[in-house]
């Protein structure tokens, strides 16, 4: 089911396309940047820092320090977005060799909400296929929204139903398996298509491009629906539902840091405390063929008992 695929993101960006391969030598930010990418930084932090400077270049003056100090110190926002802010900018500090005092911002630590496996469907099943099958991707592999537009056909097996993923943040590299339901997806996209072996299989996505669309087809839904919960849930959380998941079935924390790959176990840790507030409700499901119970598993259904010659199955709503 879908909706049509517009031509344009429903939401433009202000924020001028950076383009380091070829920086304007009087530009001071797109020095930085430049340095970034020589020391071999990703185009993702790259693109972000870039994004903080030239906010900061339009409300301060990045040569004086004090001005940068004063506008952090006004602006109304939450502690996280500020000590981003100071992060970039203490770069440009560095790298014009520039006497500033980072100032400190401190995060309140929150756990995130894990949102309910129908809701996450019925967002899916809103949208066109190519949105579709990212979040579909998304939801079983519990990749990075970055991660999972850099997949190229060949980081994919098909016919096994296996992702090879291109890890970000220098974690961890990992194998990850989709259902036949996604593996669907992938065969009728694919075919309509024609993506090289090497090509991204969302083309020109970014992860900004596939967070508008995600929120985009989710509020349009919430509005439809008038369900205001939807709106609650972010593309993000989509990683933490599978995460979440993965432990309650395995409750095996290492394989949960390996399959998120996470480089410290400390950030993997929260899913033991989220698992006891996660949604204990279930959908059941019967099966009395080996075909069938082989179909269940593939979509994320668990084998409980079996009863008269049944064989029961759940899967978490």
């Not at 909706?3 to 396309?17: A, E, K, Y």
């Not at 970055?146 to 890890?167: G, H």
């Not at 992860?207 to 919430?222: I, P």
């Not at 996660?278 to 959908?283: A, G, K, L, M, S």
């Amino acid at each position: 089911m879908g909706l049509g695929t517009p031509s344009t993101p429903p939401i433009q960006t202000r924020n001028p396309t950076i383009n380091v391969r070829n920086p304007t030598p009087n530009d001071r930010i797109f020095k930085v940047l430049w340095e970034l990418q020589k020391r071999g930084n990703s185009p993702h932090t790259i693109k972000n820092i870039g994004k903080l400077l030239h906010l900061l270049d339009k409300h301060t003056d990045l040569d004086k320090p004090e001005t940068v100090r004063g506008y952090l110190a006004r602006l109304d926002r939450k502690n996280g977005y500020k000590r981003n802010l100071a992060f970039a900018y203490n770069v440009y500090c560095l790298h014009h060799k520039l006497t500033w005092e980072k100032p400190k911002y401190y995060q309140n630590a929150k756990l995130p909400k894990i949102p309910q496996e129908n809701k996450i469907d019925m967002i899916k099943a809103s949208t066109p296929e190519k949105l579709a099958l990212a979040i579909s991707i998304s939801k079983e592999t519990g990749l990075r929204p970055v991660e999972a537009m850099r997949l190229r056909l060949r980081d994919i097996d098909i016919a096994n139903k296996i992702i090879y993923p291109q890890t970000a943040k220098h974690g961890s590299a990992r194998i990850l398996k989709v259902t036949t339901e996604t593996q669907q997806l992938l065969t009728i996209y694919l075919a309509k298509r024609n993506i090289a072996l090497n090509d991204n299989i969302f083309e020109s996505w970014t992860s900004d491009t596939y967070g508008k669309w995600f929120r985009h087809y989710r509020n349009k839904l919430a509005k439809k629906l008038n369900d205001q919960s939807l709106k609650t849930i972010r593309l993000y959380d989509l990683r933490h539902f599978f995460a979440t998941k993965l432990y309650s079935q395995t409750k095996d924390i290492l394989f949960v840091k390996q399959q998120l790959g996470h480089r410290k176990l400390e950030t993997t840790l929260i899913y033991t405390q989220l698992i006891h507030f996660h949604n204990d409700e279930y959908t059941s499901a019967v099966a009395n063929t080996v075909e069938k119970a082989t179909n269940l598993i593939d979509n994320g259904f668990e084998y409980v008992t079996e009863m008269d010659g049944l064989k029961l199955f759940r899967k978490r709503k």
